[in-house]
């Protein structure tokens, strides 16, 4: 028998990241999140944003090879030809030791106008060995449960300040803890549409850089567990955000940037909509409540059209739907603000926070970090403070190994 039976960390793993939209306590108002498959979709996995706040719409794209994530757009005003960044982010630490996240990010410039990037996106939820009903552990029978995202975009310069870029990607979700016949690896496709205009505007007697980007990530079909006969909404997002970096010196300059997201998914009708319905008196908090109309209210959802929403109408449709009225979709908006000190191009520091309503998933934090970039290669570093629930992320540093293809090309040709 195995010393440790595993068999739980998928469903830790999943609790996990149910914490990152629901609070530990009970509320009076209708705790009501916009659920989408594929989580690790809407993971930032570079420690530049990281560290400030999960912003990086409309930050500077001078030195940064991690646009593909946040705004490809902007790879065409990046300073070097080519670049390969790695990014690693751990993932429940205080609970497990192998669920992470990983991110390989690279572009290559065609010219001074065009760009090609992609990245390769990989989230583990480590080994889970598999056990009887009875609690006996299966020897030699593990399986890794995973989440992957591969991405291509191609970007251009519209103008000498704006530029937009399209993109496609595959994504393939496996959560099976089991090997049974009716549960498969869910696969679906989605494109993004991105913007950036960037240019100098005059503030006191400084020439500041500002930078305004807009994204439209995941736009694409639904992805399904079950061989297509329930399927679930991706991660479609909208992302706006603005950035101003002001110079202080010849070697010292100073950004703020903020970022606004918008997911466009439709609001799933609440437990508190249905029980109005069959039980007006029943309290929806209560567990026996719950385990008493569980069933019915997976009919009922099903009965609403919820399921059988297209994409397309998926998005038009989240603007408009939540129960609550504007005041509840003003909700759904969550946003983050960074701030980052530059000196000479070569040190970093940076800080920023992250907001979400307690009633659409609670995630509240502030971040900090820092930055070294030499010639030939960046590393950054982010950590999270949580403060408003446990957070898979909560202390954990997180890494950003990046290079410079021109740097490298400079040191082989000495």
């Given at each position: 028998m195995m010393k440790r039976n595993r068999v739980?960390?998928?469903?830790?793993?999943?609790?996990?990241?149910?914490?990152?939209?629901?609070?530990?306590?009970a509320q009076k108002e209708i705790f009501n999140p916009v659920y989408t498959g594929v989580t690790s979709l809407s993971i930032a996995p570079d420690s530049r944003a990281g560290a400030m706040g999960d912003v990086g719409v409309a930050t500077d794209p001078y030195m940064d090879i991690n646009n593909q994530y946040w705004n490809p757009s902007k790879y065409p005003f990046t300073n070097s030809q080519a670049g390969i960044s790695l990014c690693y982010t751990p993932w429940l630490r205080k609970l497990v030791s192998d669920i992470d996240l990983a991110n390989l990010t690279g572009y290559y410039k065609l010219d001074d106008y065009s760009a090609l990037s992609g990245s390769l996106t990989y989230f583990s939820l480590g080994e889970v060995f598999v056990s009887t009903d009875g609690g006996q552990s299966i020897s030699n029978f593990a399986i890794?449960?995973?989440?992957?995202?591969?991405?291509?975009?191609?970007?251009?310069?519209?103008?000498?300040?704006?530029?937009?870029?399209?993109?496609?990607?595959?994504i393939y979700s496996d959560l099976q803890y089991n090997y049974d016949d009716d549960v498969?690896?869910?696969?679906?496709?989605?494109?993004?549409?991105?913007?950036?205009?960037?240019?100098?505007i005059g503030v006191g007697r400084r020439d500041c850089l500002l930078g305004l980007g807009l994204n439209a990530s995941n736009i694409g079909s639904k992805i399904s567990y079950d061989g297509g006969q329930t399927n679930e909404f991706i991660p479609t997002n909208l992302r706006l955000g603005v950035s101003l970096t002001v110079p202080i010196d010849e070697f010292?300059?100073?950004?703020?940037?903020?970022?606004?997201?918008?997911?466009?998914?439709?609001?799933?009708p609440t437990f508190r909509q249905f029980l109005?319905?069959?039980?007006?008196?029943?309290?929806?908090?209560?567990?026996?409540?719950?385990?008493?109309?569980?069933?019915?209210?997976?009919?009922?959802?099903?009965?609403?059209?919820?399921?059988?929403?297209?994409?397309?109408?998926?998005?038009?449709?989240?603007?408009?739907?939540?129960?609550?009225?504007?005041?509840?979709?003003i909700r759904?908006?969550?946003?983050?603000?960074?701030a980052e000190y530059n000196y000479n191009d070569q040190f970093f520091l940076r800080g920023g926070y992250h907001y979400e309503n307690e009633f659409k998933g609670n995630r509240k934090y502030?971040?900090?970090?820092?930055?070294?970039?030499?010639?030939?290669?960046?590393?950054?570093?982010?950590y999270l403070i949580s403060t408003a629930q446990s957070n898979p992320l909560d202390q954990t540093l997180r890494f950003t190994l990046s290079f410079d293809m021109d740097g490298i090309k400079q040191i082989m040709g000495r």
């Amino acid at each position: 028998m195995m010393k440790r039976n595993r068999v739980t960390r998928v469903i830790i793993s999943a609790v996990g990241l149910v914490l990152t939209v629901q609070p530990l306590h009970a509320q009076k108002e209708i705790f009501n999140p916009v659920y989408t498959g594929v989580t690790s979709l809407s993971i930032a996995p570079d420690s530049r944003a990281g560290a400030m706040g999960d912003v990086g719409v409309a930050t500077d794209p001078y030195m940064d090879i991690n646009n593909q994530y946040w705004n490809p757009s902007k790879y065409p005003f990046t300073n070097s030809q080519a670049g390969i960044s790695l990014c690693y982010t751990p993932w429940l630490r205080k609970l497990v030791s192998d669920i992470d996240l990983a991110n390989l990010t690279g572009y290559y410039k065609l010219d001074d106008y065009s760009a090609l990037s992609g990245s390769l996106t990989y989230f583990s939820l480590g080994e889970v060995f598999v056990s009887t009903d009875g609690g006996q552990s299966i020897s030699n029978f593990a399986i890794h449960p995973y989440e992957m995202a591969i991405d291509f975009d191609y970007s251009r310069k519209l103008s000498e300040n704006f530029s937009a870029a399209v993109g496609m990607r595959f994504i393939y979700s496996d959560l099976q803890y089991n090997y049974d016949d009716d549960v498969f690896p869910g696969k679906a496709f989605s494109a993004d549409i991105s913007m950036f205009y960037q240019n100098y505007i005059g503030v006191g007697r400084r020439d500041c850089l500002l930078g305004l980007g807009l994204n439209a990530s995941n736009i694409g079909s639904k992805i399904s567990y079950d061989g297509g006969q329930t399927n679930e909404f991706i991660p479609t997002n909208l992302r706006l955000g603005v950035s101003l970096t002001v110079p202080i010196d010849e070697f010292n300059s100073f950004s703020i940037s903020a970022d606004a997201n918008k997911l466009m998914v439709p609001t799933k009708p609440t437990f508190r909509q249905f029980l109005d319905e069959v039980d007006p008196e029943a309290d929806a908090r209560d567990a026996a409540t719950i385990q008493k109309y569980t069933s019915d209210y997976a009919q009922w959802v099903a009965g609403t059209g919820y399921n059988e929403l297209s994409p397309m109408a998926g998005i038009f449709k989240s603007f408009s739907d939540a129960p609550g009225g504007f005041e509840e979709e003003i909700r759904e908006i969550y946003w983050g603000v960074g701030a980052e000190y530059n000196y000479n191009d070569q040190f970093f520091l940076r800080g920023g926070y992250h907001y979400e309503n307690e009633f659409k998933g609670n995630r509240k934090y502030f971040t900090v970090g820092a930055g070294f970039h030499m010639n030939v290669f960046s590393l950054d570093a982010a950590y999270l403070i949580s403060t408003a629930q446990s957070n898979p992320l909560d202390q954990t540093l997180r890494f950003t190994l990046s290079f410079d293809m021109d740097g490298i090309k400079q040191i082989m040709g000495r």
